[in-house]
């Protein structure tokens, strides 16, 4: 499969180039030339399937062509030994959660299966210089990364997340690995961090010197993998035959979770309507509502690993729908959530239904109530995160002392190790250089 980038069709680069690179020279980013069709047959037959057999069939028509069936399969194995169950929250609204792995985040998933496929392509090139891997994170990024990626040779892994801004767990999660992994405490927002590493890739002399690549969902490798458990959702609700009409909404920062969910509907999977997800930072509501982008400064809020600004995968989403504002909006309705609508809806559903969801999971919530589903469709929004991640800030809204995962503990007993830069890409570089 060949990829080009949202800047220029005309580009065209194997997976391999796509993976180690990132972010296309004309800071575009790179998109498959063509999007695998999976037949009907095979999407109905998925609902005998538990996740791994899912994902590797899904894998085998994005990454069959470049990968060979045997490797592949090893990857995927490796990649997702845990499911993403499918919960009834209460009458025809379902959660998928996505937050079983080991950083109890969705990022799991397409972190790991990154690392592993990077791995694969730098044991074939048989280089001997490292490659580093820059990650910007407003929080649950960075601690997917860092774990997918630990200890794997060949590979070194720097986070950048802004100082302060981040949940204690969400930090210890990337801050006391040590190996190959380094924490940089940039003194600005998840924004400063994202354009500090936009511009590494960028920057002539760094590329000459080191070899940089991207885990950010900018990465192929890193959100196409997410389309993965949006087949898994159609076909644990398939089986109990409640499949027709889904609308599924999403949670959403830098919308690399609804394109995956998007790319998963033009493979085929029967969505009725994606919803997309949002705390304040609400530009591409105000797109879908005005047919005008208007990026800008992200403001912090609860559901921190949203506060996005000025979301990557915009550019993905424009160029599947062919710049066309209609078409987006036939398919994709946006919501947006203040702190206080949050809090009243974590505190709604749990004294309701009994369901602890976290800060981001209730914007997705929220949206499926908001949308007001018929009778005839059932509702699925993504908990993306574990509310243990947000422990703080859940039992305040909630009045209750909720239980920290042994997963996640085990992080808070390690000791923080970081580095403090500025936000200038100048001394980013400097740092980077020595
Ligand atoms: C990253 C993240 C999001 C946003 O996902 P995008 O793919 O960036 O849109 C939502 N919730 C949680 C918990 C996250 O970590």
Redo the contacts with the bound molecule.
């Keep these: 499969m060949k990829y080009y980038s949202t800047g220029a069709k005309s580009v065209s680069v194997t997976l391999k180039e796509a993976v180690i690179k990132g972010l296309a020279p004309d800071r575009g980013l790179y998109m498959p030339k063509k999007i695998p069709l999976i037949d009907k047959k095979t999407v109905s037959q998925m609902k005998e399937w538990n996740f791994k057999e899912i994902a590797n069939t899904v894998a085998q028509f994005f990454f069959g062509q470049d990968i060979s069936s045997g490797a592949l399969k090893e990857i995927v194995d490796d990649a997702l030994p845990f499911e993403t169950p499918l919960v009834r929250v209460h009458d025809n609204i379902y959660t998928l959660e996505l ?1 079983h792995g080991p950083t109890l ?3 799991d998933v397409g972190a790991r299966f990154m690392a592993r496929i990077l791995r694969h392509f730098i044991r074939e090139t048989n280089s001997k210089k490292d490659i580093n891997v820059l990650v910007a994170t ?4 960075g601690s ?1 990364v860092a774990n997918g990626f630990l200890g794997v040779n060949g590979i070194h892994v720097f986070v950048l997340y802004p100082k302060g801004k981040v949940s204690p767990a969400q930090e210890y999660q990337f801050t006391t690995l040590g190996q190959n992994i380094t924490a940089l405490e940039i003194d600005g927002t998840f924004d400063d961090c994202q354009e500090i590493v936009k511009q590494a890739f960028t920057d002539g002399e760094l590329n000459e010197k080191l070899y940089l690549t991207s885990a950010n ?1 900018i990465n192929v490798a890193r ?1 196409l993998p ?1 389309s993965f458990y949006y087949f898994n959702a159609y076909a644990q609700l398939d089986k109990r035959g409640i499949s027709d009409e889904l609308i599924v909404s ?11 969910g998007l790319f998963a509907w033009k493979m085929g999977l029967p969505v009725k309507r994606f919803i997309a997800a949002n705390n304040r930072n609400d530009v591409f509501l105000e797109y879908l509502k005005t047919g005008v982008y208007n990026p800008r400064a992200s403001v912090e809020t609860y ?1 921190n ?2 506060d ?1 600004g000025n ?3 915009f550019a993905r989403i424009l160029d599947l729908f062919d710049n066309d504002h209609r078409k987006i909006t036939d398919l994709i309705s946006g919501f947006r959530y203040t702190n206080e609508d949050i809090a009243q809806t974590m505190q709604k559903v749990y004294n309701l239904y009994g369901y602890v969801l ?1 800060p ?2 209730a914007c997705g919530y929220a949206s499926l109530e908001d949308y007001g589903l018929l009778p005839s469709e059932t509702g699925i929004f ?1 908990e ?2 574990h509310p243990a ?1 947000f422990k703080e800030t859940v039992d305040r809204i909630l009045h209750s002392d909720i239980e920290i995962p042994a997963k996640l503990q085990k992080f808070m007993n390690g000791t923080k190790q970081s580095v403090e830069l500025g936000k200038d890409f100048a001394e980013f570089k400097a740092f980077l250089m020595k």
């Design positions: 937050f985040a969705f990022k407003s929080g649950d990024t997917a969902s959100f997410q999403v949670p959403s920062g830098n919308f690399g979770n609804l394109t995956a559901a690993a949203m996005v979301p990557s995968n976290d981001h999971g993504l993306t995160a991640k």
